[in-house]
Antibody
Framework: EVQLLESGGGLVQPGGSLRVSCAAS????????MSWVRQAPGKGLEWVSV????????YYADSVKGRFTISRDNSNNILYLQMNSLRAEDTAVYYC??????????????WGQGTLVTVSS | EIVLTQSPGTLFLSPGERATLSCRAS???????LAWYQQKPGQAPRLLIF???SRATGIPDRFSGSGSGTDFTLTISRLEPEDFAVYYC?????????FGQGTKVEI
């Protein structure tokens, strides 16, 4: 059974940093791209970032480019999202998602339960 | 980027009825690269449909997807009580991948 367990969310001040993690199990982590998708309170879904199988390719939404960094540890089956220069509009539940690739584009076949990041003073 | 517009915003139906949800793209979605997700309150989204019409693993056959180009439809043939939720479409035909704003199916 595929399991994705996010952690590391919390309250952070504007301009601050936070790293969220996602521990994966139940599938061969090192053979799948992985993504982060977020959902602001009461709002819809927004794709944030994706990382390729070996981590050599990463892509970001314009809204987070230059501030967020996605990475992965294939030895320990963990996905990360380092978030710097956080803004109030980054407040959201951050979901880790196993990603199915179609011609270098992705849909999301399994999701974690999410971790809430709140940016507020 | 491709903008997805879902309609209606809210669909009021009863168990046993048929639900028809629409997702319209601002430009053609290549290779029918469209997915549908279901999200219940306090839960993560769940993949229902990919490739516009292929059901994901474990999804009941009362869920079906259709469409191509700019117009896509999710149909729930007979609503079960557990189907009342928010439904999102997502395109992965071009970067960045984008989601619609959601359709809420309510009793």
């Amino acid at each position: 059974e595929v399991q994705l367990l996010e952690s590391g969310g919390g309250l952070v001040q504007p301009g601050g940093s936070l790293r969220v993690s996602c521990a994966a199990s139940g599938f061969t982590f090192s053979t799948y791209a992985m993504s982060w998708v977020r959902q602001a309170p009461g709002k819809g879904l927004e794709w944030v970032s994706v990382i390729s199988v070996r981590g050599g390719s990463t892509y970001y939404a314009d809204s987070v480019k230059g501030r967020f960094t996605i990475s992965r540890d294939n030895s320990n089956n963990i996905l990360y999202l380092q978030m710097n220069s956080l803004r109030a509009e980054d407040t959201a539940v951050y979901y880790c998602a196993k990603s199915a690739e179609v011609q270098n584009k992705y849909y999301f076949d399994y999701w974690g339960q999410g971790t809430l990041v709140t940016v507020s003073s | 980027e491709i903008v997805l517009t879902q309609s209606p915003g809210t669909l009021f139906l009863s168990p046993g009825e048929r639900a028809t949800l629409s997702c319209r793209a601002s430009q053609s979605v290549s290779s029918s690269s469209l997915a549908w997700y279901q999200q219940k309150p306090g839960q993560a989204p769940r993949l229902l449909i990919f490739g516009a019409s292929s059901r994901a693993t474990g999804i009941p056959d009362r869920f079906s997807g259709s469409g191509s180009g700019t117009d896509f439809t999710l149909t729930i043939s007979r609503l079960e009580p557990e189907d009342f939720a928010v439904y999102y479409c997502q395109q992965y035909g071009s970067s960045p991948e984008t989601f619609g704003q959601g359709t809420k199916v309510e009793i």
